[in-house]
């Protein structure tokens, strides 16, 4: 009461008389301090359980130690970060630790699952989006956690994530498959492939630069960047500055972070461009996963023909090749020479094609999925549209070949009844729902 007191005998102005209260604005005030009182309380309610809640809580976001807000710097605790260490654990002599973002996609799956195998230590990153179907990454999640392999659900763009976990594995490489894929969307979400496939890679190499000692990294770009090429087949040294699709420019101004973080910061860089890649536990969003859902529904589908009913034909590589390709450049991959974000000598930077070297017309992958699913195809052909896509990929893969010891073995026709056979198994003749 002393208080109080104190207040309403203080002038409004100084200098000036000021009236005595009457009991009404005494009873006004202390109905506004108890309002201030309440809303404080709760407003420091919010801030603790946004900010300081635990992972005990019965939220079941908070509740599942994969999923973090971008916005929190807590991460699970001791278990788990033992949990990363144990994916993350070399169990053979002379293998490698590699941190594999995208690992629940379809390379991202294949190749984590391909490092465990043979004894690297590997620990997956991915942030699930709902791109194509999310329950098709699960799948491939709980296919990885069999074998070991753990996802840490995070974008790349958590650059306090991506920090905590080069503070606990002191990986040797990293395997960058994260990114914003497909050619048609972009004309829909074209800021996502910047966040993805540009702010994720500087975001990632970031971190890189400055972890102590950096890894060597290889990361995928794309036979999208030839764009506009009539050169076949594709070359490394073929120009790559007439992009026919926002994707395809996204992978080339990756391809130009990469010369600028391995000059400055001395980054061992290794891009990838895979040429149409396919095979079980593959994208929905590819042309034989939803050809091959369509036919056995009795849709028809669109089959693009060029000018002049000009051939459509693709450079189709089979997932286990790629794989192949993908494991060659790391173990190639030289160390990188810069130290806590300094370059110490020149480092290395490449570039290879990844592709079968063998185009197919789109209408012969047509036939062929028509005599596996044992289903006569509704064909409609189109005009091939302005939204990105090029009439032919073909791969010059001589560079890999020499330098990564890349052979590519599987023809269409055998890779295509090998995800056919899964695509049954998967989705039950059609009758589960492939979206």
């Known amino acids: 009461m002393l208080q109080m007191k104190h207040i309403d005998n203080t002038p409004s102005t100084p200098g000036k008389f000021k009236m005595e209260k009457s009991p009404y604005n005494r009873l006004r005030l202390h109905s506004s301090l108890a309002k201030l009182t309440f809303w404080s309380i709760v407003f420091l ?16 976001v908070t509740s599942d130690l994969n999923r973090r807000s971008l916005r929190t710097n807590f991460y699970g605790g001791p278990a788990w970060e033992k949990r990363v260490r144990t994916s993350a654990k070399i169990r053979s002599r002379n293998g490698i630790s590699v941190l594999v973002t995208g690992a629940a996609g379809f390379v991202g799956t294949h190749v984590s699952a391909a490092l465990k195998r043979r ?60 990114a914003q894929a497909g050619v048609r969307y972009a004309m829909e979400n074209p800021s996502s492939y910047v966040h993805s496939n540009i702010a994720g890679l500087v975001s990632l190499l970031e971190v890189c630069k400055s972890a102590n000692p950096q890894p060597a990294i290889v990361w995928a770009s794309s036979s999208s960047v030839y764009g506009l090429n009539t050169k076949v087949p594709f070359s490394e040294k073929d120009r790559t500055d007439q992009p026919a699709s926002l994707y395809a420019a996204t992978k080339k101004a990756g391809e130009e972070i ?72 790391l173990d190639t991959a030289e160390k990188s020479t810069g130290s806590g974000g300094k370059k110490k000598g020149p480092a290395q930077l490449r570039v290879y094609n990844l592709g079968n070297t063998s185009p197919v017309p789109v209408s012969d992958l047509v036939s062929i999925l028509e005599r596996l699913l044992k ?24 560079l890999a070949q020499r330098e990564l010891g890349y052979k590519p073995t599987t023809d269409l026709k055998t890779g295509l009844k090998k995800f056919v056979q899964w695509y049954l198994s998967y989705y039950g003749n059609g009758k589960k729902s492939a979206q």
Request: hydrophobic share 40%; net charge positive.
């Open 119 to 178: 004894g690297d230590g590997v620990l997956g990153l991915d942030n699930f989006n709902d791109y194509y179907d999310p329950s098709l990454k699960r799948a491939r999640q709980a296919l990885l956690e069999r074998t070991g392999v753990y996802i840490v659900e995070g974008d790349i763009n958590d650059v306090a994530l991506l920090k905590k976990l080069f503070d606990i594995v002191p990986f040797t490489h990293v395997m960058h498959l994260a």
């Open 375 to 398: 289903v006569k195809a509704k064909r409609m052909i189109m005009k091939l549209p302005r939204n990105g896509d090029v009439q032919f990929t073909h791969a010059n893969i001589s």
């Open 45 to 60: 309610g919010l801030i603790f359980v946004f900010f300081y809640r635990s992972p005990s809580s019965s939220s079941p």
């Open 258 to 329: 990469a010369h600028t973080y391995n000059h400055i910061y001395g980054l061992s860089l290794t891009g990838l461009r895979f040429f149409t890649v396919y095979g079980p536990w593959g994208r929905p969003d590819m042309a034989y996963f939803f050809f091959s859902r369509d036919i056995l529904k009795g849709k028809s589908i669109q089959i693009f023909e060029a000018a002049n009913h000009g051939t459509v034909a693709r450079d189709f590589t089979y997932i286990d090749d790629i794989v192949k390709g993908c494991l060659g450049a």
